[in-house]
């Protein structure tokens, strides 16, 4: 049986140690009766005399061997009212727990643990401790320092042979990279691979002179040779300018993989540019200044929420508290002026109210017509580009959906931009920054994804140039494949006309109730296009999977003196163990019928 602490002790499998858990208080030693959960300091015979006394305690312990000649530890059952200290024919029941199933035991413990990110000190917990005592008084369940060991070794193992397993059966993966923007901080570039499920492959360290685009080619040409390049079409990356080098050397290393921007990051950098324009960083500062007085002032904010909650029940507000910009995405500054307008009324009262003591300053902006307007046009703006932020995030956003996000954005941001508080040299820059996102983000890949999905045929959204730039894309994984490019095309064009194979209803009605590879992969199997069709649109449009890789590490560092191998491993475990189907079995089967009787077996004196 697994020790149950690391302390410096007598083993607890033999004599009285064995009917205590050890554990520490006030700094100091202690021993809790596995029975009634009384605690003594390390003294044998007073816990002897407890155990003599003890009415939970039902039968001095002993060694038994187990059924296969091995040692299994042997404790009696404690007598509470809920469980049985007899068989029905008077016999005392002993619990037992030999080798094989505690090994069995901590494997799904420690697994379980793994999969809902419970912490490692879990089982040095006082509380957990009775409750596995309860459960099973001979188990002992392992301590901090063999789930962050031997045990994640052995699930690291398991997880990513499963993960190697899942990659060896796709047609198509996309390699997804992210780090570098960050690489000052976490010296951690993290590499997923989509199949299309996200699995996390791994990260490796960097060293500052290794800050070069060569650099990073070198280790996507490795990722791409380990994973099988026969089956990369797509590689995704961040937008550091370093990490964007690498792409070309990536695509003339394997002419058939697409390199690209993830569209998240690129959407990201826009919104961020709007919000640094001069015009609205200025309105946003005014807004945080109302906002930090009035909730800075305590009268001023009894107030204001007394106002607010009239109101309310007037049905002329919905909200009653001003918010601060703490969120470290978009949304932080997008509430703050939800906040505002919503107390708009609320506020231009006490503006004008000579019973309430208002700093001048902030009595003009309130009462000024122009800030309530910029509010207003500002907060519209840069609510519709987070909303294609977390659009392009989300898991069923496809690649084609990429070339429609940006046709919107554009038409929508430049009807937003004519009411906003942005000059013109302003709104010059947005447009921009509109480009060169578009320009970073949409590929000849998007061109021939958008094509591809039986969503958007008929939709006349390409321009003449994307159109050839997508036939090239077509064409030259055909090639990849090993296809009859003419067949292909003229595949695409029956696809197109909806000939053929297309020419019914049916078929196109179903494409709005699959994904568009399941649907090239289980209606049109049998065209020519199929194979080219599913592998581009299983590429997915962001290297969002490898943020929450990033967010891991970053969360898992601050809970222990872990070391940064074993932080890999244990992020590695939870990112992946639940997004891979589970084995009918995870640990491996007693040998027999009477084994399984032996695992939790009740034995009679």
């Known amino acids: 049986m697994a020790s149950a602490s690391h302390l410096t002790m007598p083993r607890l499998q033999s004599g009285v140690w064995k009917h205590f858990t050890p554990a520490i208080k006030d700094g100091k030693e202690t021993f809790m009766c596995n029975y009634c959960s009384k605690t003594y300091t390390k003294n044998a015979t007073k816990m002897q005399m407890h155990l003599d006394k003890c009415k939970e305690y039902s039968v001095v312990s002993q060694q038994s061997p187990g059924p296969d000649g091995s040692s299994s530890a042997s404790i009696p059952v404690p007598s509470f009212s809920f469980l049985p200290s007899t068989t029905p024919g008077g016999q005392l029941l002993i619990d037992s727990v030999d080798q094989r199933s505690q090994a069995c035991a901590d494997e799904c413990l420690a697994r379980a643990m793994y999969a809902t990110s419970s912490p490692l000190t879990l089982t040095d917990n006082i509380y957990w401790k009775r409750f596995f005592n309860i459960l099973r008084p001979a188990y002992c369940p392992p301590a901090r320092e063999a789930l962050s060991s031997h045990l994640l070794d052995c699930e690291y193992d398991r997880v990513q042979s499963q993960v190697h397993e899942a990659i060896g059966k796709a047609d198509c993966v996309t390699i997804l990279c992210s780090g570098w923007s960050t690489i000052k901080e976490t010296g951690t570039i993290i590499y997923t691979v989509a199949t299309p499920v996200p699995l996390f492959y791994k ?27 026969e089956k990369v079409f797509g590689v995704i990356t961040d937008d550091a300018l370093e990490i964007m080098g690498a792409w070309a050397q990536v695509e003339e290393a394997f002419p058939h993989v697409s390199a690209f921007g993830c569209t998240a990051c690129g959407v990201q950098r826009l919104f961020d540019d709007v919000a640094a324009q001069p015009s609205l ?16 002032r305590k009268i001023l904010a009894d107030t204001f929420k007394r106002w607010q909650t009239t109101k309310i029940r007037n049905h002329s507000a919905n909200g009653t508290a001003l918010v601060l910009p703490v969120s470290s995405d978009w949304t932080g500054v997008v509430n703050m002026f939800n906040s505002l307008l919503e107390g708009q009324n609320s506020l231009q009262d006490m503006a004008v109210s000579s019973a309430l003591d208002i700093d001048a300053s902030i009595r003009a902006t309130i009462q000024d017509a122009a800030f309530w307007k910029g509010l207003s046009s500002s907060r519209s703006l840069l609510y519709l580009i987070g909303n294609y932020i977390d ?3 989300r898991e069923d956003t496809p690649l084609s959906g990429v070339v429609d996000l940006f046709s919107q954005l554009r038409c929508h941001i430049g009807a937003s931009l004519s009411g906003s508080v942005l000059h013109s040299a302003e709104q010059k820059a947005v447009m921009v920054s509109l480009d060169r996102c578009q320009d970073f983000c949409v590929r000849p890949i998007h061109a021939a994804a958008y094509m591809l999905d039986p969503k958007h045929v008929g939709q006349q959204t390409l321009s003449g140039e994307q159109i050839n730039s997508a036939y090239y894309v077509i064409s030259n994984l055909s090639h990849h494949l090993n296809l009859d490019e003419g067949k292909v095309l003229g595949s695409y064009a029956r696809f197109s006309a909806k000939q053929g194979l297309w020419k019914g209803a049916g078929i196109w009605s179903s494409c709005h109730h699959v994904s568009a590879s399941t649907w090239w992969k289980g209606l049109c199997s049998s065209e020519p296009l199929s194979a080219v069709a599913s592998a581009i649109l299983q590429i997915p449009p962001t290297t969002t999977a490898c943020e929450s890789v990033r967010s891991r590490l970053c969360n898992t560092k601050v809970e222990g003196s872990v070391s940064a191998d074993r932080v890999h491993k244990l992020v590695a475990v939870q990112v992946n163990i639940n997004l891979l189907e589970p084995a009918d079995s995870e640990c491996a089967p007693l040998e027999s019928e009477e084994d399984r009787k032996v695992s939790f077996q009740s034995e009679t004196q």
Do not use: M, W
Request: charged share 30%.
């Open 203 to 229: 990260c490796t360290k960097t060293k500052e002179q290794a800050h070069t685009s060569t650099f990073i080619a070198e280790e996507l040409k490795d990722v791409i040779n380990e994973v099988g390049p």
């Open 281 to 296: 960083t200025a309105l946003c500062r005014s807004a945080e200044q109302v906002v930090r007085y009035v909730r800075g």
């Open 391 to 393: 659009y392009i995030k």
